[in-house]
């Protein structure tokens, strides 16, 4: 594991994601050499809804990120439900594992100080650097660094003992390995736009707000989808508003075919007038992007590369959340990483790179599996609609589901709701 004298760094990440940026950030505070290669220049979009859950704030304080609200780390109470015409305001669990509190900040913004924290921590970080394909070692296939075009357009190369692809959901490095999308794992669709909000009623709202029946026209009186919609107050005037769906399969999302720009259109259109989501206060265009779901890109290591993030499908089928996720897997990298320097053979550094893999799907697998499971139901729209009108409404359902949608559950100990979902993942098949 230890950079030899060809050797640019020891571990390249490729992609300053948050996922990235982690494992960035996580390798250099452990002493390694870290190159983070990010193909745009910050700052820099990217498609989301923006919504950190009290399990990301977890990870980003285990970083050593400062989140001072003065600096706009808006803080949020928990959910706001909507469906079958009744509200609810949820609070965050109250659990010993997580914060109280989740917040939200664009991910122009979230991503550029990600980047700039994994600097301060050591990472040496290559802006407008496009990765184009893995090196691989002659004898024995392995990956032993990266292809990379500047922002001249000079072909570069880069060495490393382990490479990172922290490159999204379609991580056209792995793709490159033959590492391709599973078709067994639910895949989801989220569009977004943003709404200049101050002054009206979505300023700095205090809730996360979730819209559960997500209808394809008039609501009672057309197809109500497997989705949900959302509103997120930013703490900067602005508003993330969008919608999510998703399929058991990228096969039966692409026989919905919905238009799902025109119906985040109409959606906002029809929205009371107070809340100032008009054409003029719009703030850029409606955009999309897919959402990969309960690992459905596997193995997440296989000689010297290993997936993090979306490149690695990390997003929870249950609500779309990939941003804790991705901030853990880099943490879980980083460690295995660091662990395998150690190791004095090849066969046991390898051991201990795989075991990433094996840790992530312990922490993750069961869950993930349920969440399969979950979205196999809402995929019925009977299921779903009696689920919103006549479960919902039952406080102690409510209470399981606020815990189950939003991972936020004691893994040991707690109440009853904590130690049954636990129980749940830990028998539910980690495949």
């Known amino acids: 594991m230890r950079a030899g004298s060809r050797d640019d760094a020891d571990v390249i990440v490729v992609g300053a994601g948050p996922a990235g940026s982690s494992t960035a950030h996580w390798c250099a505070s452990a002493g390694l050499d870290v190159l983070l290669l990010e193909k745009s220049a910050f700052p820099r979009d990217k498609i989301c809804g923006d919504g950190l859950t009290p399990r990301a704030v977890a990870e980003l304080a285990r970083m050593g990120v400062d989140l001072d609200p003065a600096d706009g780390w808006i803080r949020n109470e928990g959910l706001r439900v909507f469906a079958g015409r009744r509200s609810w305001e949820l609070p965050w669990p109250d659990v010993t594992a997580f914060p109280g509190y989740g917040s939200a900040m664009a991910r122009a913004t979230l991503d550029h100080r990600l980047a700039q924290h994994a600097q301060r921590s050591g990472a040496k970080l290559l802006e407008r650097t496009k990765v184009t394909g893995p090196l ?12 990379a075009q500047t922002a001249d357009r000079r072909d570069v190369v880069y060495r490393a003992p382990v490479v990172v692809a922290a490159d999204g959901v379609s991580s ?12 067994d794992r639910p895949l989801g669709t989220a569009y977004r736009t943003y709404f200049r909000s101050e002054g009206t009623a979505r300023h700095e709202d205090a809730w996360m707000e979730s819209h559960l029946e997500l209808w394809s026209g008039a609501p009672g009186k057309s197809d109500l989808l497997p989705g949900y919609g959302w509103i997120f107050a930013l703490g900067d005037g602005t508003v993330n508003v969008g919608l999510g769906s998703v399929s058991s399969t990228p096969a039966r999302q692409s026989a919905v075919g919905h238009d799902y720009k ?7 259109q029809n929205t009371p007038e107070d809340w100032g989501f008009t054409p003029e206060n719009q703030v850029g265009p409606i955009r999309g992007a897919a959402l990969p779901m309960g690992f459905n890109r596997t193995p997440l290591y296989r000689d010297g590369t290993t997936l993090v993030g979306d490149a690695g499908g990390m997003v929870s089928p249950f609500n779309g959340e990939g941003i804790a996720y991705a901030l853990q897997a880099g943490r879980v990298a980083a460690d295995a990483i660091a662990q395998a320097r150690t190791r004095t053979t090849d066969a046991a550094r390898e051991a201990v790179l795989g075991g990433y893999a094996e840790r992530m799907r312990a922490d993750l697998g069961g869950y993930y599996t349920l969440g399969r499971a979950f979205v196999r139901l809402i995929e019925h729209p009977a299921i779903m609609r009696f689920g919103t009108r006549y479960a919902l409404p039952v406080p102690v359902v409510m209470q399981f589901v606020v815990k189950l949608l939003s991972d936020c559950y004691e893994p040991r100990g707690g109440d009853w709701v904590d130690r049954l979902i636990a129980a749940l993942a830990r028998v539910a098949p980690a495949a």
């Open 136 to 147: 691989l070692d002659e004898r024995s296939g392995r990956t032993v660094g990266v292809r």
């Open 262 to 268: 025109a119906l985040l259109q109409q959606w906002t």
């Open 172 to 183: 056209r490095f792995a793709t490159a390995l033959g590492i391709t999308r599973r078709d």
